[in-house]
């Protein structure tokens, strides 16, 4: 049967297609192919609109592992996409975009995780989900900001490696009896909320709760209320009675949350005078609309992951998943 969606030879044309279009096409093609799309926090709000399930890095690894679709398209960046792989190996799972890479995941690699575990032998690491399957290969145990604490605390030793973010040590040295040995690696978009900008959002919404994401830097999550996960910020703001909310992560969710309650407010955190949206994760930003529908119509981009690196990442995966959430 002819395809009632205009085909268009030059794919990157799509993007040029009214949001209208591009959704009701990738939903066609979604049940004419089988596919799951899972969708993460940060992405563009029309992202959200084609989503099976949005979520944090926990949620969506959760959600990877229930799904019985044929392939799984993956709205998120490569070390996601990689997780999605790795805990479905008989299934197509295709990131649509080559630049949805993570700054912080590329901060460390399989060489520099091995010379860096040997100056420490026998102490186990706790890896943070932002990696790449190859160096989660390395790891005792893989942890999410929704689980660090419990991941630490269920390693069987006194101190810990902790890589990539060293803002999560910031975070959960203080609430441990262990000691943590930090990779000094950071997330760009995280780094750009200063403690200069939050103080000034604070001084025009002087009642609003703070929330702060702990990939921020320490200076930034003592000036918040409460330290949460992405999925913990949504669950807090649910439960909460309060009606402003200055959200210290990406942009894309500060966006999600002011579309799920409309009656409250939300302030991200950058530079309103100047406009500059520092808050914004280009990598999450690379995927569009019109490359989530080529992705489906052509299979484009496979994750591949070998087998020998798949079954090591697994098990450290597999450990994380049986935690649950610290909140
Ligand atoms: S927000 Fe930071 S940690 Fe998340 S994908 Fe972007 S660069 Fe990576």
Redesign the pocket.
């Known amino acids: 049967m002819e395809s009632p969606f205009k085909i268009i030879n030059n794919k990157d044309a799509y993007d040029s297609l009214s949001v209208q279009e591009n959704v009701l096409a990738i939903r066609s093609l979604k049940a004419e192919k089988n596919c799951l799309v899972l969708c993460h926090t940060?992405q563009r709000p029309e992202v959200h609109e084609i989503a099976d399930f949005v979520g944090d890095s926990y949620g969506l690894s959760m959600q990877a592992t229930k799904t019985r679709h044929d392939r799984i398209v993956f709205c998120g960046?490569h070390f996601m996409a990689e997780t999605a792989k790795i805990l479905n190996p008989e299934k197509t799972v295709l990131l649509p975009s080559r630049e949805a890479g993570?700054?912080?995941?590329d901060t460390i690699d399989e060489q520099k995780v091995v010379e860096w575990k040997a100056r420490y032998p026998g102490l186990p690491l706790v890896l943070y989900i932002?990696s790449s399957a190859a160096v989660k290969a390395h790891a005792d145990i893989i942890c999410t900001s929704a689980n660090t604490l419990k991941a630490i605390e269920a390693v069987d030793s006194d101190k810990v490696l902790l890589a990539p973010d060293k803002n999560l040590y910031y975070s959960f040295q203080p609430k441990t009896s262990k000691t943590i040995i930090p990779w000094e690696g950071y997330?760009?978009?995280?780094k750009a909320i200063t403690k200069e900008l939050i103080e000034s959002v604070i001084a025009q919404h002087p009642c609003a709760v703070v929330l702060a994401h702990p990939?921020c830097s320490p200076d930034v999550t003592e000036l918040a209320d409460e330290v949460l996960s992405t999925t913990g910020m949504v669950d807090f703001v649910r439960a909460s009675s309060e009606k402003e909310f200055i959200i210290g992560t990406?942009l894309g969710l500060v966006q999600m949350l002011q579309r799920a309650h409309p009656l409250k407010q939300f302030f991200a955190v950058y530079n309103h005078k100047s406009c500059d949206e520092s808050c914004v994760?280009p990598?999450?930003k690379a995927i569009t609309l019109g490359k989530v529908r080529r992705s489906l119509e052509d299979d484009v981009f496979k994750i591949t992951v070998s087998e020998e690196v798949r079954m090591k990442a697994l098990n450290a995966i597999q450990k994380m998943l049986s935690l649950g959430r610290d909140k």
Request: charged share 10%.
């Open positions: 940060y960046v993570c700054a912080l995941a932002n997330c760009p978009v995280h990939e990406e994760c990598y999450m």
